[in-house]
């Protein structure tokens, strides 16, 4: 089974950007494809993007095509978010995910997801 922990939220405004981590651990924790979720107050959790092992595939949804990036560091068994051009409508809590593929995360077929943490984007 594979732990997650995220660290990186906080407060922003609106325009500014912000680079969530997602650090993985436990038993074969490297050969999970990783991903980031979201939810707002009122609504339902929203897959935000995913990432394979290989790095090579990767799957964002439409409201942060273009304004934020997922990568990893294999070696830190970590995943990240890079956050830019932030709008009010992203603050949420964000959440880490795990599952055999990439594409699996994105229709939430998981294996694992982390605490969350908050992301708050101030207009």
């Known amino acids: 089974q594979v732990q997650l922990v995220e660290s990186g939220g906080g407060l922003v405004q609106a325009g500014g950007s912000l680079r969530l981590s997602c650090a993985a651990s436990?038993?074969?924790?490297?050969?999970?494809?990783m991903g980031w979720f979201r939810q707002a107050p009122g609504k339902e959790r929203e897959f935000v993007a995913s990432i394979s092992t290989s790095r090579v595939t990767r799957y964002y949804a439409d409201a942060v095509k273009g304004r934020f990036t997922i990568s990893r560091d294999n070696a830190k068994n970590t995943v990240y978010l890079q956050m830019h051009s932030l709008k009010p409508e992203d603050t949420a809590v964000y959440y880490c995910?795990?599952?055999?593929?990439?594409?699996?995360?994105?229709?939430?077929?998981?294996?694992?997801w982390g605490q969350g943490t908050l992301v708050t984007v101030s207009s």
């Open positions: 995910a795990a599952a055999a593929t990439a594409a699996l995360i994105r229709t939430n077929t998981l294996d694992a």
């Open positions: 436990g038993r074969s924790s490297s050969s999970y494809a």
